[in-house]
């Protein structure tokens, strides 16, 4: 049974930092990733990471975010640097299997205010 525990969501300042981490178990994962959901928006796929180290990221965090695994851990992290006021969103943690089947974390909150 696959399991995704997320961490390292909470308040921050806006151009400072923030490290979510998701811990995965049970499989294991062709690809790893962090999604967002602000309110009144849709869900977006914020950055992506797959087993081999390729790696996306949506337009408007590139450069700022980044996102790595340790694949002998099962574990993605995601880096959020110089955050800005509209990176306010619930973020999910998100894990595709080697047989295609897709996961999700609980959800952690993130808030860029002063």
């Known amino acids: 049974q696959v399991q995704l525990v997320e961490s390292g969501g909470g308040w921050v300042q806006p151009g400072g930092s923030l490290t979510l981490s998701c811990a995965a178990s049970?499989?294991?994962?062709?690809?790893m990733g962090w999604y967002r959901q602000a309110p009144g928006n849709q869900r977006e796929l914020v950055a992506r990471?797959?087993?081999?180290?390729?790696?996306n990221y949506v337009s408007s965090v590139r450069g700022r975010f980044t996102i790595s695994r340790d694949n002998a851990k099962n574990t993605v992290n995601l880096q959020m640097n110089s955050v800005k006021p509209e990176d306010t969103a619930v973020y999910y943690c998100?894990?595709?299997?080697?047989?295609?089947?897709?996961?999700w974390g609980q959800g952690t909150q993130v808030t860029v205010s002063s």
């Open positions: 990471i797959f087993r081999g180290g390729t790696t």
């Open positions: 049970g499989s294991i994962f062709n690809v």
């Open positions: 998100s894990v595709i299997t080697s047989t295609m089947s897709q996961y």
